[in-house]
């Protein structure tokens, strides 16, 4: 008697209601975390039911919760609350510790590079409000825009001033072989820098660290800083795991 497939989900269908790839789930059942409902032995093709679909839900937050998959099937095992309890606690500090590590000021030098900018006053509050400044910088050019050479400064007199709130020009990091009206070289420099979880948004307290610390070792802002999101939207929708890094060529007092 064939086997009655209309309550059932190809793995197709399953990836498109999950947003995953069809090969994420068979990851997932090679691990032992999902297990389709039937495998035709025919053809091999996987179906699901929707008693695969609340496990399916749980694998996908505790892997938002950077969760690796090993816990993730102690836990559908077991499912013990306590233990995942703790399991996220854990998580949280490794999270926390990260964090730490990030938010440290180092002094380097800045190696030479080429930019090309718009000189022009900016406030972000998302992303989207880069983008016409970007479109500005590219429209004419057959350079490709793309994460980590896009960034925002603040002037050497708004930073000695200690005004973070509005950015004073947005530029684009060249690569050497890349050919761009009006760029212009920037030496080496000494320079404050740190790297920071959060996004261009939260920038202005990092500002005020790296103020106070060029401010205890007797230091001056000796230019504009440049400021360049790492990781973003482009990489991960989670905004916690966005990373920064705010670099300011200093010179003593």
């Avoid at 996004?199 to 307290?205: G, I, K, L, W, Y």
């Amino acid at each position: 008697m064939p086997l009655d497939k209309s309550n059932l989900f190809s793995i197709g269908d399953v990836a498109k209601l999950f947003n995953l790839s069809t090969g994420t789930l068979r990851h997932y059942e090679t691990l032992g975390l999902i297990k389709p409902e039937y495998t035709d032995p025919d053809t091999g093709y996987r179906y699901y039911s929707v008693r695969q679909f609340e496990p399916l839900n749980t694998v996908r937050y505790l892997r938002m919760l950077d969760m690796p998959l090993g816990s993730i099937g102690d836990f559908l095992q077991n499912r013990d609350v306590d233990v995942i309890e703790q399991k996220l606690r854990r998580q949280k500090e490794e999270i926390l510790e990260k964090q730490r590590e990030l938010a440290v000021i180092e002094v380097k030098m800045l190696p030479p590079c080429r930019l090309v900018w718009v000189e022009k006053p900016l406030s972000i509050d998302d992303s989207l409000d880069m983008e016409l400044p970007i479109r500005r910088l590219d429209s004419a050019q057959d350079t490709a825009v793309f994460l980590g050479k896009v960034g925002v400064g603040i002037s050497r007199e708004n930073l000695r001033g200690e005004r973070f709130d509005k950015y004073d020009c947005i530029f684009l990091i060249l690569d050497e072989d890349e050919d761009f009206e009006g760029a212009k070289c920037v030496p080496e420099a000494k320079c404050v820098s740190l790297r920071y979880c959060g996004s261009h948004r939260e920038a202005a307290a990092q500002y005020e660290n790296l103020s106070r610390y060029m401010r205890e070792n007797g230091l001056s802002p000796a230019g504009f800083s440049r400021e360049v999101t790492m990781i973003d939207f482009g990489i991960t929708c989670d905004p916690e795991k966005f990373v920064t890094e705010i670099s300011i060529p200093v010179t003593e007092k």
